[in-house]
């Protein structure tokens, strides 16, 4: 994947982010390193779910529920390369 | 606005009218159907919000909390779908009385499906659909509801993580399950997993439909999914107003959160 394509991704996944927590503008802000679950208090259970649904929605792909672990949800970054992976299945 | 209990099949149903606060020609009733387990609390206030505001522009807003939710009778382990489709149906023959006038439904996200499922039974004793962010897909929107116990258990390693392939084997097998403080009954499962709005779409007459979506940008288009299933709707006849305005997922919100845009897109459709 290009450092374009790349960008699009994480860009695609902020959008994301920014539906599911209420945070507006703060995530205009995210990077890479940005700590999620276990970073952000509004990142409960029910928040994960929406931001499962959401990614699968944008990026039309199905998440594994086995998937779903503290390691993929950890940063930014960390949710980045698995969508990258699940995108160039 | 005027609390009081509605008499259901299964049990006794918490309601709150708003009786409208001006005159309407014709006079119009809307009874409104909420989204399931904790999107039902965490959207209480905006559905409290839109029902005064509709109140105002003179319609009879009837809000209820189906069999086993909220501060109705029952336990939500003994709801079923046929419950609420009958509490809602109730609902709107009250509110058919007290408003001398024709009743529509209005639903938020499962509610939405509801509303539709409850219309689809008896199209012209429906006057209209208000549908917020309706959900499509029961059987995703279960998905997403078991995820929530997954969700729950995220941190934990090791052979005994669950998926909701196994919870749903263990619904199947008659298993009541316990899903973020709710139990979650086989049939109701079963009931939520069947429901598909798209089956509704040749049942609902000619019923003028309101579609709203809240997007988190500006001008955003109504999801993809959606936006096949309105075109359906206008395919068959309906007379349909359909646009996403921008606002958050408030019936997921951890704090209480208001979609302003949607109260006023709602309020500028019964003006």
Known sequence: ?89 | MEVFFLEGSQGRLFSIYHPAVRARRPRLGLVYAPPFAEEMNRARRMAALQARRLAELGVDVLLLDPFGTGDSAGDFGDARWETWSDDIARAVAWLSERTDGQVGLWGLRLGALLAADVAAADPDRIACLVLWQPVLSGDRHLTQFLRLRLAAAMDKEGPDRETTKELRERLSRGETLEIAGYRLAPALADSIASLQFQSHVHRLGRLPIIWLEVASEEGAALADASQGIVSALERQGHRLTAKAVSGEAFWAAQEITLAPYLLQATDDLFR
């Open chain 1, 1 to 89: 994947m290009t450092v374009v394509e790349r960008m699009t991704v994480i860009e695609r996944l902020k959008r994301v982010l920014r539906e599911t927590l209420q945070l507006g503008d703060q995530v205009n802000a995210f990077d890479e390193s940005t700590g999620l679950f276990g970073s952000i208090p509004e990142f409960d259970s029910m928040a994960v779910v929406n931001v499962v649904s959401g990614l699968e929605e944008q990026f039309d792909i199905e998440i594994d529920d086995d998937d779903i672990t503290a390691e993929i949800f950890e940063t930014v970054g960390a949710l980045t390369h698995y969508i990258q992976g699940k995108l160039a299945d």
